[in-house]
């Protein structure tokens, strides 16, 4: 930067601070394009951050796109390239984010959130685009004007990489905006935003903070404004259960136990959130009592004798059906899967075995998976045609990306979805709120 | 890392108070470390069954939970009782009992003849290979019940360091080791103050600190914590943001904290045998190793020797001996001296490096040497500057 006109100071920039400790100004790098244009608009000459290469145009196969698919992209052009599209799952999330970079041509950065899904997208990208594309995560640090990274290994890197692209993808972005690894997004200059999910968060101040980062949500779309014609159509059906005398016995004990202190809690901050709630319990023995007392009602919830005959029945009933069964918890899965012989998908399973077995489940080799969360997000499931939930922690969110496994269209499909809920427990709240998530909200929102 | 459910402290006023193991904790170590060590070679899960059941001893549960978590880490090992691969027992026995509508009990017979097993095998091997079922490993046995409280306590100041976003800490000793670790790490060491020839004072963040309260930084800023072990005195400030609050961490000098292994105390043997052979030469004088950093213009020098009189202490050298040269090299360091305003530097350089006269800036004092640095060039250089001063 050169010759500052008289009485202009970069004190005034847009998001610059005087850093005492180097001695120089200093501005978030998500500030970059704003601090460009003020610059000019005042006059400083400057040096630019050296070009970002330019994905090959002549790499790239042209990307198709549905009706939906097409207006959520026309979306977010018109929103300045900036914004979240929220979009059921198997509704071609990844394909929309193909187009936007084969169509803008821009270096791209994708950041996906786990390691299953690096290997996904970088297969997704290079089925369309036929030069090498880069990596963060895993191990592996390589860059291109394509490149790929995990969230963690966004967070670890972006600063040495965030000057580097102009186009930043974000897929499942609701992981985004609580606070949690924000930084990443914040170190990179890309001007061009776009976030991808099928759960955009319904927190306002996480929606806030979202729309800071990536973008407000340009176009959203539900299981129910596609199902039955780009998604299959569904049954869900709910099994409401009884616990047994011992079970009932225990659950009452312990939910005594909580909600003495929950209750208590609530009538003091009325509004506060479960996260103000946990926070509170840590402090006091009482609390602390109250919250292993939780943890024991869910373990007493997660596998109950009826629910272990009703997933005995629905494996049986469904045999030649693809399954997958959901549990709330890895012990749970491996109960199951030790029980039925059925292959269990969880974290403490390696990538490679993963894919082996997503491979089998496509051919047909396996019929029945088991998983609590491996298979919740973004993984890219051959087509299921029955859910059995038996047990789930986190919400709506969850209910809604589980479903979305067995909604990939086929001719005549219509899947199942079995929800195993125990009467007069803190499962029938929850199996109504994580209901909500399916609900038609909004065609198209432009 | 230590899960923050593990992390044992209280909060005094806006202190956050870690509460650490101690001697009177011994005791419950070294029970925990004899069960530790029955369960060798036995599935992780039943040393976890065993652990959930009280220790002969009565011990605080809090601290209990730490030990555990920082012995199993260090326990952990990929061994496993399987007498078939997991991952090929699973391919077989699910593929199997999707083809055949038959029992369990009969799918695992088949799959098990045909591997030339017993049903049982079979059935162990499914799923040896996940966490719980791993052999608890003999590395936890050479460990001390000390030992165990020191490297608890470390893992304790680490995960609340995690929640830090800045370090303040006075330190005597070893400086160097600490500053180089934290710029290895792109964290930015500033020198609040000159806190005279009893150390420095620095102030350890990351960039992105300027904007906010981070925790981007939280484990770079907790592997500083061993370092400090090997500095001779220390005093540490982290501001950090727990469950919400702000709070200030504290620790100091002789807090029971598990330290790193030893840091060299020379960074090549020219500096070494330079050292041995000055104090044997030059008793008169004291041989500092490692001075007080001197910041300059944002940035921290660190020379590698300073030569003090005992008997006139304005009579004060500091040395830095510089074994990689090229011009700029050599030029920015001098620049750093220059504006950091250090009268009295002496400079070794490297012969071999072929310095040209040209390339040496005015006003330094230059001892030439090759392969070692002679100890008498050294007095000599300082005598004549001594002289020419006096003329």
Known sequence: ?446 | MLPDRLVNYSVAGTLVVPHFLAEHDHQWLRSLLEEHERFVGRPRRELDARLRDPLPCECPPGKLKLAIDVLTRLGRSRRNAAVIPPRRARALVFVEATRRPETGTAVLSKVATSLGVSVAELRDSLFADLPAEQLVSARGQSLSAVELALRSNLALVQRLLFHAAMLRITVEGNTRFLVRHAKWRGLICTLAERSGHEGASLEISGPFALFRNTRLYGRALGELIPLLGWCARFRLRADCVLDGRHVALELATGDPIFPASAPRQYDSRIEERFGREFRRLAPEWDLLREPEPIAADGTLIFPDFALQHRSDPARRWLLEIVGFWTPDYVAKKLASYRKARVPQLILCLDEARNCAEADIPPGVLVVKFRRRVDPLAVLRAIGSATQAVAH
Not at chain 1, 80 to 98: D, E, F, N, Y
Not at chain 1, 220 to 236: K, P, R, Y
Not at chain 1, 331 to 341: C, F, G, K, Q, V
Request: with cysteine.
């Open chain 1, 1 to 446: 930067m050169t010759d500052l006109p008289n009485g202009v100071g970069l004190a005034g920039a847009p998001g610059v601070l005087w850093d005492r400790r180097v001695r120089a100004y200093r501005a978030p790098a998500s500030g970059y394009s704003a601090l460009k244009r003020w610059l000019l608009a005042v006059g400083v000459r400057f040096e630019e951050i050296s070009a970002r290469p330019r994905s090959i145009k002549e790499a790239w196969s042209v990307v198709d796109l549905r009706a939906y698919q097409e207006a959520a992209l026309s979306a977010w052009e018109l929103a300045q390239r900036r914004g979240v599209i929220a979009l059921p799952t198997g509704s071609g999330k990844t394909r929309l984010a193909l187009a936007v970079m084969q169509r803008t041509q821009l270096s791209a950065l994708c950041l996906v959130p786990t390691r299953v899904l690096l290997d996904q997208w970088s297969r997704e990208v290079n089925a369309v685009y036929r030069e090498a594309i880069g990596c963060y995560g895993d191990g592996v640090r390589r860059l291109a004007p394509i490149t790929i990274a995990t969230f963690e290994g966004a967070y670890r890197h972006m600063h040495e990489i965030g000057h580097r692209f102009d186009l930043l993808i974000v897929d499942e972005v609701h992981h985004f905006g609580g606070g949690l690894r924000d930084e990443a997004l914040e170190m990179a200059i890309a001007d061009a935003r776009l976030g991808l999910t099928a759960t955009p968060p319904r927190d306002t101040s996480a929606a806030a903070c979202l729309s800071q980062l990536v973008g407000p949500t340009v176009f959203e779309l539900t299981v129910g404004d596609l199902a039955g014609g780009f998604l299959a159509s569904f049954d869900a059906i709910t099994l409401y259960l009884d616990l047994s005398p011992e079970e009932r016995s225990s659950y009452t004990n312990l939910s005594f136990i909580f909600k003495g202190v929950y209750t208590q809690f609530h009538r003091a901050v009325p509004g506060a959130s479960w996260m103000d709630f946990s926070r509170h319990a840590t402090r006091t023995p009482e609390g602390r009592r109250a919250l292993i007392a939780w943890r024991q009602m869910r373990r007493v919830l997660s596998f109950t004798r009826a629910k272990r005959r009703a997933v005995r029945s629905l494996l049986e009933r469904h045999r030649d059906s693809k399954v997958l069964v959901f549990t709330a918890d890895n012990d749970t899965a491996y109960t199951i899967a030790r029980e039925h012989l059925v292959m269990p998908l969880t974290c403490d399973i390696s990538r490679q075995e993963r894919a082996d077995v997503l491979d089998r489940f496509r051919a047909g080799d396996l019929r029945t998976l088991v998983s609590a969360r491996v298979l919740n997000e973004g993984l890219d499931v051959p087509d299921a045609d029955v859910a059995v939930i038996v047990g789930g922690a986190l919400g709506e969110r969850e209910h809604v990306q589980r479903v979305g496994r067995l909604l990939r269209p086929g001719e005549g499909k219509r899947a199942v979805v079995y929800e195993l809920v125990t009467r007069n427990t803190i499962e029938v709240g929850q199996a109504r709120r994580r209901r909500q998530g399916l609900v038609t909200r909004s065609s198209g929102q432009l």
